[in-house]
Structures are given as structure tokens and as C-alpha cells.
């Protein structure tokens, strides 16, 4: 629930899909426990959110930042939930009394603590059995203790991992979700015999810009240019040039290659080469940037080998079977040898902790388990041909182990490059965005546009920006396409480029797709969850959390492109919308008929709006009550119907396609008033308990509204 939208209802139903999904639907055993976080009122700032206290109002509360969790307890029935990290009016959304509170699962270290909090008198034994029952119940319900042969989810086999039909629904995930943002005079799709096509920028051969944050690592990822030249085959020249960096100042790396590097591997059966049997994090303060356990003089390894580089993904496993999986150390020592001299930006890429060293000093060190792999790199000068002395210590203490050692060779990236491919092309693709090493949780980040993992500017890095310009100055066909993780305001490219797709991060797939809807394969059918400003001028500061201003629901200026945009190669007509009105509170009914009326077959994404009539200035604008994603033949037809959720006394606008109605909601008559004000409705997994309660004053600041949940990451 991070990254589906800004639309409580989108949220939520989006939400619901996916838990149902994650938990299966055996009577018996859980698939997975699917936890929705984070609760409550948690969007940052990254920098400060162990830190930042979230003030709200009680009606932003109730109508923006709490419905798509009462949607995901309730009709999608999450077993667990994460709260958040900050403060919420004063109060730790987690640290608040936690054990006591229901939140039952701390995944540092600091439930380490109970017992000396129990003999203290600060906690019951009966506190922490309350935690500790909800949770193995939680494991109960996963099968954990049954036999395999009677737990219905622990028949899958592990061959359905990239599975032909699990690759088929990554390709219809990435298809559906690309939305063609602009199509000037018809710009797409572009014809598959065109001679000579040039693919420019820094994101269209990054296999890490397909994943986002909190990813698998696919095993066959296709990059929009690798998407693009198997499309097209021998019979189209394709040209490519990065271009340019994703950021200034933040380079582009690939892995050293084994024709630079002569390395042997030291393997240890301990994280700090100790050889000692050591718990998860015993010797490790993630984030802290340093191992904690001294490392011996002189270890003795387990085994040695010859690597040809270190480009490794053990995931939850080990270099060998009969290693810790959470418990292990490699170090590498060797040479490296430049093919070129000049300035290299040289590090690591990996999870847990790792120190690189170059001609005997300490390059950079990093110790993180938080999110993908981190990137650490410092600038060095090197020789052409010459060997350098080089050795890599590499500590895994918990959860997925990966490194790979990387640099940036001097002359990666040219524009000179970009400039003269474009010149040689009949058209240009540009792919640019942003990257997760940009945009992501407590990140270190200090470049220009982006702070510690937020965004404080919302246009396309300068670097790109100025790419694109002069790339398009050249007057050949271009389209942009966009790889982002949140909304990019390209005012210039709104008003200069012909067509600009919007692809997100769009999965190991995402190529294949972004080459299907250029080239007309797929016909685009997305829509935008999220408003695409035209500048952060338009909007509140980033510490205030009133909805006033914010969203389509709130915003009066003008957008970039709204929320709900998307075009498609097909034409769509709406008529005859129609509702007879209901009862307050109880669903109402809208029907409304939608024709494709071009030659092509398409999807359309039918959206319902409603606005109670006459409400107050600080009500939404509109606000988004029902969708559908249909497909319809040229020149076909369709009545959608949809049943909307309860709508208060009054008269209530609905919309959808262009057309308005206006539907009188009825006061409920006494003989079907099914419940008295102020019932206070509860819905619970084992592990969670989330309170939600209706008709009550505001609570002091001594006296939080809910009291909740279970997960910490």
C-alpha cells in the first residue's frame, strides 16, 4: 500500500486484491500472512521519520488516511499489519506502549528487552504471552507444525518460480499498467520497417531501473532497448547511446569484468571470519556503516577458490550447503587491472555488510540491510594496464546475501554519442525517468532534486532534461518513454515531444511490453493513480499532512496531467448514464454504456465519480467511487454497471466518461436501520487488532484513536 496511488479507494481496492492474492483461500491454512502497512499517516520525510510527528485532522483522518486499511481488514482480511514509524498528533505510531498496544512483532533488536521489562514491572508475563500466542497462531495457520502432505499451499512446487505462465502474467502486468500520456498526430505506434532507430538515455539498458524497491531478482529481465531490438530483428539498425547519467553526480556502473580482475575467494563459516557460530545481528548493528564482531588476524577459511568476478545472489541461501545462511563471510584478494586510464568511480553493490580495499587502504564500507542492494563507491584514479592490489570482505548476517563489485569506466557516457546516433536515425526513443537508487526508504542521497530518498524537486533530473532538448532540437521523430517510480513533471516534453509513454518500473517484463506498445503489439490501456503536477510550486510543504490542496480530490490548479489520464490507440464514447438514486448509507447503483467507435480493439477503464452536492470547501472536489477495465471490439459495445458504496443524505453528482447526473440518496427509513450510532466495528486477524471506531470526539493526546498492530521492519 506504499505505491498504489493517492486515491483512498483505488488504495484499498488495489489492496484487497493483492492480500487475497498473497493469503489464498483455504478455510484452514494461510499462503502467506499479507501485512498492510504502514499505519497510520506515514509519507515522510524520509530523513525524519524516526523522528517526524504527523499532525492530522480528524476529518483527513477518517477520509484520506485511514479507508484503504479498513478496506484491507476488513473486505480483504490482512492477518497483520505494520505500523508506521513516526509519530501520529504527538504519539509513536509504534514505540507507544508496543508490546501492550498489539504490536506483537519487532524485527530489530529492541524485544530484546522484555524480560528485563517484565521484571521491572513495565510489562505482564501475560503481555508477552498475549504476543507470543497471537503470533505462533499466526505460524500455526501457515502449516508450520502440520505435516507438508496436509497443508494445501506447501504442495507448490518450487518450479512454479519463473514459470512460463508466471513470465506470461509479468508480460500482462507491465502491458497493463503503461499509460500513453500524449499521442500527438498519431505519433504511435511507430512502424516496425523503419530503417534506422535510435535508443537514447540513461534508462533504457538499466535491467536495476525495471525493479523498483523490495524486488526479486528476475532471471531473465529485458531492458526496453533489448525489448526494442528483439522486436524489430536484423532488418531495422538500432542505435544506442546512454547519453547522459540518471543524476549528476550519480554514476552508472556495470560489473567488473574477469578480464580486469584476477581474484581469489576466501570462504568462512562465520560473518567475521571467526570461524564461531554466531545468532542474526549478534555481531551487527545494521545501518550503523561498520561491522560490529572483530575481525581475527590471519582467518582460516572454510574453503578457497579462484572467482572469475564477484557478481553473486545467494538470496536466502549460502555460497555452499553446508554454510549458515545467515552466518557466513567471503573475502576476495587479487588485482585489478584498468583498460583505460582515467578517473573510475569503483565499489560495491550488495546486501549486509562489505569493505573494499584498494592498494592496501580502505576504499568504502557499508553495513545495511534495509531494502535492495546498496550502492557505495568512491572516485579513483588508475593506470591503464597496470595492477592494483584489491581485496573485498564480505559479511552476511542476515536475510538475503549479495555484492557485486562495480565500477564506472571513464567515457560510459557520452552526449556526443546520443547527439550522433539521433543524427543517423529516421527516429528517436528516449528512455529516461528515475531510479531506485534516487527514490526509496532511508536512503543516502544528497544530489541535486532528491534528499535522502525523497524528491524535493519533481521534474526529470537536470542532466536529462537538457539531453532530451537537444536531442529533440534535431528535429527527427521522438518519443519519450518514462521509467519512475512517482509522478515526473515533463512540462517541455508535454509541449515538444509527440508521444510520451509512461512504463514505471515495470518489472523483469517491462522491455517486451514498452516494445509491444510502441510498435502497436498492445494496445496501452493505463491509467495514471497519481496526479502529475506541473511543479512542487503547486504544492503544500512536504511536512504538512492537511489533504488541503493535495490530490485530485483537493487540488483546484491545473495539472500536468490529471489523475485517472491514459490514452489508447482506440477511440471510446460514453451515453446514457444512469442511477435511480438509493437510501443514505445504503449501495447505489450506476450504470453506464460504452462504445469503442474506432477500427481497433481496445481496453478502456470505465471511472465513476461522485460529489455530494452542496458540500463545504474543505470537502473533495470529487472522489473516485468505482472501476472497471473492460475490453471492447471496434465498434462494440457495453452497458458496465457498477454498485457504489453508501453515500450520505443529499443529492449526490456522479460522473464518468464526460457525463453528470445528479440522484436524490434518500433518508434511511426506520424499519431498515440496521445499527445505532456510535457501534464501534472491529475487525481482526490473530496477530492484528485494529479498532476502528465511528462517532466519537476527538482523543487527547493521552488518549490515542487506535491501538494497534504487529509488524516493524
Same mark, same amino acid.
Given at each position: 500500500?506504499?505505491?498504489?496511488?493517492?486515491?483512498?479507494?483505488?488504495?484499498?481496492?488495489?489492496?484487497?486484491?493483492?492480500?487475497?492474492?498473497?493469503?489464498?483461500?483455504?478455510?484452514?491454512?494461510?499462503?502467506?500472512?499479507?501485512?498492510?502497512?504502514?499505519?497510520?499517516?506515514?509519507?515522510?520525510?524520509?530523513?525524519?521519520?524516526?523522528?517526524?510527528?504527523?499532525?492530522?485532522?480528524?476529518?483527513?483522518?477518517?477520509?484520506?488516511?485511514?479507508?484503504?486499511?479498513?478496506? %484491507?481488514?476488513?473486505?480483504?482480511?490482512?492477518?497483520?499489519?505494520?505500523?508506521?514509524?513516526?509519530?501520529?498528533? *504527538?504519539?509513536?505510531?509504534?514505540a507507544n506502549r508496543a508490546i501492550q498496544a498489539g504490536t506483537?512483532?519487532?524485527?530489530?533488536?529492541?524485544?530484546?528487552?522484555?524480560?528485563?521489562?517484565?521484571?521491572?514491572?513495565?510489562?505482564?508475563?501475560?503481555?508477552?504471552?498475549?504476543?507470543?500466542?497471537?503470533?505462533?497462531?499466526?505460524?500455526?495457520?501457515?502449516?508450520?507444525?502440520?505435516?507438508?502432505?496436509?497443508?494445501?499451499?506447501?504442495?507448490?512446487?518450487?518450479?512454479?518460480?519463473?514459470?512460463?505462465?508466471?513470465?506470461?502474467?509479468?508480460?500482462?502486468?507491465?502491458?497493463?499498467?503503461?499509460?500513453?500520456?500524449?499521442?500527438?498526430?498519431?505519433?504511435?505506434?511507430?512502424?516496425?520497417?523503419?530503417?534506422?532507430? %535510435?535508443?537514447?538515455?540513461p534508462s533504457a539498458d538499466d535491467a536495476g531501473l525495471l525493479?523498483?524497491?523490495?524486488?526479486?531478482?528476475?532471471?531473465?529481465?529485458?531492458?526496453?532497448?533489448?525489448?526494442?531490438?528483439?522486436?524489430?530483428?536484423?532488418?531495422?539498425?538500432?542505435?544506442?547511446?546512454?547519453?547522459?547519467?540518471?543524476?549528476?553526480?550519480?554514476?552508472?556502473?556495470?560489473?567488473?569484468?574477469?578480464?580486469?580482475?584476477?581474484?581469489?575467494?576466501?570462504?568462512?563459516?562465520?560473518?567475521?571470519?571467526?570461524?564461531?557460530?554466531?545468532?542474526?545481528?549478534?555481531?551487527?548493528?545494521?545501518?550503523?556503516?561498520?561491522?560490529?564482531?572483530?575481525?581475527?588476524?590471519?582467518?582460516?577459511?572454510?574453503?578457497?577458490?579462484?572467482?572469475?568476478?564477484?557478481?553473486?545472489?545467494?538470496? !536466502?541461501?549460502?555460497?555452499?550447503?553446508?554454510?549458515?545462511?545467515?552466518?557466513?563471510?567471503?573475502?576476495?584478494?587479487?588485482?585489478?587491472?584498468?583498460?583505460?586510464?582515467?578517473?573510475?568511480?569503483?565499489?560495491?553493490?550488495?546486501?549486509?555488510?562489505?569493505?573494499?580495499?584498494?592498494?592496501?587502504?580502505?576504499?568504502?564500507?557499508?553495513?545495511?540491510?534495509?531494502?535492495?542492494?546498496?550502492?557505495? $563507491?568512491?572516485?579513483?584514479?588508475?593506470?591503464?594496464?597496470?595492477?592494483?592490489?584489491?581485496? /573485498?570482505?564480505?559479511?552476511? $548476517?542476515?536475510?538475503?546475501?549479495?555484492?557485486?563489485?562495480?565500477?564506472?569506466?571513464?567515457?560510459?557516457?557520452?552526449? !556526443?554519442?546520443?547527439?550522433?546516433?539521433?543524427?543517423?536515425?529516421?527516429?528517436?526513443?528516449?528512455?529516461?525517468? /528515475?531510479?531506485?537508487?534516487?527514490?526509496?526508504?532511508?536512503?543516502?542521497?544528497?544530489?541535486?532534486?532528491?534528499?535522502?530518498?525523497?524528491?524535493?524537486?519533481?521534474? /526529470?533530473?537536470?542532466?536529462?532534461?537538457?539531453?532530451?532538448?537537444?536531442?529533440?532540437?534535431?528535429?527527427?521523430?521522438?518519443?519519450?518513454?518514462?521509467?519512475?517510480?512517482?509522478?515526473?513533471?515533463?512540462?517541455?516534453?508535454?509541449?515538444?515531444?509527440?508521444?510520451?509513454?509512461?512504463?514505471?518500473?515495470?518489472?523483469?517484463?517491462?522491455?517486451?511490453?514498452?516494445?509491444?506498445?510502441?510498435?502497436?503489439?498492445?494496445?496501452?490501456? *493505463?491509467?495514471?493513480?497519481?496526479?502529475?503536477?506541473?511543479?512542487?510550486?503547486? /504544492?503544500?510543504?512536504?511536512?504538512? $499532512?492537511?489533504?488541503?490542496?493535495?490530490?485530485?480530490?483537493?487540488?483546484?490548479?491545473?495539472?500536468?496531467?490529471?489523475?485517472?489520464?491514459?490514452?489508447?490507440?482506440?477511440?471510446?464514447?460514453?451515453?446514457?448514464?444512469?442511477?435511480?438514486?438509493?437510501?443514505?448509507?445504503?449501495?447505489?447503483?450506476?450504470?453506464?454504456?460504452?462504445?469503442?467507435?474506432?477500427?481497433?480493439?481496445?481496453?478502456?477503464?470505465?471511472?465513476? $465519480?461522485?460529489?455530494?452536492?452542496?458540500?463545504?470547501?474543505?470537502?473533495?472536489?470529487?472522489?473516485?467511487? *468505482?472501476?472497471?477495465?473492460?475490453?471492447?471490439?471496434?465498434?462494440?459495445?457495453?452497458?458496465?454497471?457498477?454498485?457504489?458504496?453508501?453515500?450520505?443524505?443529499?443529492?449526490?453528482?456522479?460522473?464518468?466518461?464526460?457525463?453528470?447526473?445528479?440522484?436524490?440518496?434518500?433518508?434511511?427509513?426506520?424499519?431498515?436501520?440496521?445499527?445505532?450510532?456510535?457501534?464501534?466495528?472491529?475487525?481482526?486477524?490473530?496477530?492484528?487488532?485494529?479498532?476502528?471506531?465511528?462517532?466519537?470526539?476527538?482523543?487527547?493526546?493521552?488518549?490515542?484513536?487506535?491501538?494497534?498492530?504487529?509488524?516493524?521492519?
Open positions: 500500500m506504499e505505491t498504489y496511488g493517492e486515491d483512498p479507494y483505488l488504495t484499498g481496492q488495489m489492496a484487497v486484491a493483492f492480500i487475497k492474492g498473497m493469503q489464498g483461500d483455504d478455510p484452514k491454512y494461510l499462503k502467506t500472512v499479507a501485512t498492510a502497512k504502514h499505519f497510520a499517516v506515514h509519507s515522510g520525510p524520509e530523513p525524519a521519520r524516526h523522528t517526524f510527528d504527523a499532525i492530522v485532522s480528524e476529518k483527513d483522518l477518517r477520509e484520506t488516511y485511514l479507508p484503504h486499511f479498513e478496506s %484491507a481488514i476488513k473486505d480483504g482480511g490482512a492477518y497483520s499489519v505494520m505500523c508506521a514509524y513516526n509519530s501520529v498528533d *504527538g504519539l509513536p505510531a509504534c506483537d512483532l519487532n524485527c530489530g533488536i529492541e524485544y530484546e528487552n522484555a524480560l528485563a521489562a517484565v521484571r521491572s514491572g513495565l510489562l505482564s508475563e501475560s503481555d508477552v504471552n498475549q504476543a507470543l500466542r497471537r503470533l505462533l497462531t499466526a505460524r500455526f495457520k501457515l502449516g508450520m507444525f502440520d505435516p507438508p502432505e496436509i497443508v494445501k499451499y506447501a504442495q507448490i512446487p518450487y518450479s512454479n518460480v519463473d514459470s512460463p505462465e508466471h513470465r506470461a502474467l509479468a508480460l500482462e502486468t507491465a502491458r497493463k499498467s503503461i499509460v500513453l500520456l500524449k499521442n500527438d498526430r498519431r505519433a504511435l505506434p511507430l512502424s516496425k520497417t523503419i530503417k534506422t532507430l %535510435a535508443v537514447i538515455g525493479l523498483g524497491n523490495y524486488n526479486g531478482i528476475p532471471a531473465g529481465p529485458v531492458t526496453p532497448l533489448e525489448g526494442i531490438r528483439r522486436k524489430l530483428g536484423s532488418s531495422t539498425r538500432v542505435l544506442y547511446a546512454r547519453g547522459t547519467e540518471i543524476a549528476a553526480n550519480m554514476p552508472s556502473f556495470e560489473v567488473i569484468p574477469a578480464s580486469a580482475l584476477k581474484l581469489q575467494g576466501e570462504y568462512f563459516a562465520s560473518s567475521n571470519f571467526d570461524g564461531k557460530r554466531h545468532r542474526p545481528r549478534e555481531l551487527s548493528v545494521p545501518n550503523s556503516g561498520q561491522l560490529v564482531g572483530d575481525i581475527p588476524q590471519n582467518p582460516q577459511p572454510l574453503f578457497t577458490r579462484a572467482d572469475a568476478q564477484v557478481n553473486f545472489d545467494w538470496l !536466502d541461501g549460502a555460497p555452499r550447503a553446508d554454510m549458515n545462511d545467515d552466518d557466513f563471510g567471503v573475502r576476495w584478494t587479487g588485482t585489478l587491472t584498468a583498460p583505460v586510464s582515467g578517473t573510475y568511480q569503483l565499489g560495491g553493490a550488495g546486501k549486509n555488510a562489505f569493505e573494499l580495499y584498494l592498494d592496501g587502504k580502505q576504499l568504502v564500507a557499508t553495513n545495511t540491510i534495509h531494502g535492495g542492494r546498496t550502492y557505495v $563507491y568512491a572516485a579513483v584514479e588508475l593506470e591503464a594496464g597496470k595492477q592494483y592490489p584489491i581485496r /573485498l570482505d564480505f559479511h552476511e $548476517y542476515l536475510n538475503d546475501a549479495a555484492l557485486q563489485l562495480v565500477w564506472s569506466r571513464p567515457g560510459m557516457t557520452r552526449e !556526443d554519442d546520443a547527439q550522433d546516433a539521433a543524427r543517423q536515425a529516421d527516429a528517436v526513443v528516449m528512455v529516461m525517468g /528515475l531510479s531506485p537508487r534516487l527514490e526509496g526508504e532511508e536512503m543516502r542521497v544528497q544530489i541535486e532534486g532528491f534528499s535522502g530518498g525523497d524528491r524535493v524537486q519533481i521534474g /526529470l533530473p537536470r542532466v536529462q532534461e537538457e539531453l532530451m532538448q537537444k536531442i529533440a532540437a534535431l528535429g527527427k521523430p521522438t518519443v519519450l518513454v518514462l521509467l519512475n517510480g512517482s509522478a515526473v513533471a515533463v512540462n517541455w516534453a508535454k509541449d515538444h515531444i509527440p508521444a510520451i509513454v509512461e512504463a514505471w518500473y515495470p518489472g523483469q517484463a517491462g522491455g517486451t511490453a514498452i516494445a509491444d506498445v510502441l510498435f502497436g503489439d498492445y494496445n496501452p490501456g *493505463g491509467r495514471l493513480p497519481v496526479t502529475f503536477y506541473k511543479s512542487v510550486d503547486q /504544492l503544500p510543504p512536504f511536512t504538512d $499532512y492537511s489533504m488541503k490542496g493535495r490530490t485530485y480530490r483537493f487540488f483546484k490548479g491545473e495539472p500536468l496531467f490529471p489523475f485517472g489520464h491514459g490514452l489508447s490507440y482506440s477511440t471510446f464514447a460514453y451515453r446514457n448514464l444512469r442511477s435511480p438514486g438509493s437510501f443514505a448509507g445504503q449501495p447505489v447503483s450506476v450504470s453506464v454504456e460504452v462504445q469503442n467507435t474506432s477500427a481497433i480493439a481496445g481496453e478502456e477503464v470505465v471511472q465513476v $465519480y461522485v460529489k455530494p452536492a452542496g458540500g463545504g470547501s474543505d470537502d473533495p472536489i470529487r472522489s473516485l467511487a *468505482g472501476f472497471q477495465r473492460i475490453a471492447l471490439q471496434p465498434r462494440e459495445r457495453k452497458v458496465v454497471r457498477f454498485r457504489l458504496r453508501g453515500q450520505p443524505q443529499g443529492t449526490l453528482q456522479i460522473s464518468a466518461g464526460g457525463l453528470t447526473r445528479r440522484v436524490q440518496i434518500s433518508p434511511l427509513p426506520r424499519s431498515r436501520l440496521l445499527t445505532s450510532p456510535g457501534t464501534s466495528r472491529r475487525a481482526s486477524g490473530c496477530s492484528p487488532r485494529t479498532r476502528i471506531r465511528t462517532n466519537r470526539p476527538r482523543p487527547t493526546r493521552a488518549s490515542p484513536r487506535w491501538r494497534t498492530v504487529t509488524r516493524r521492519r
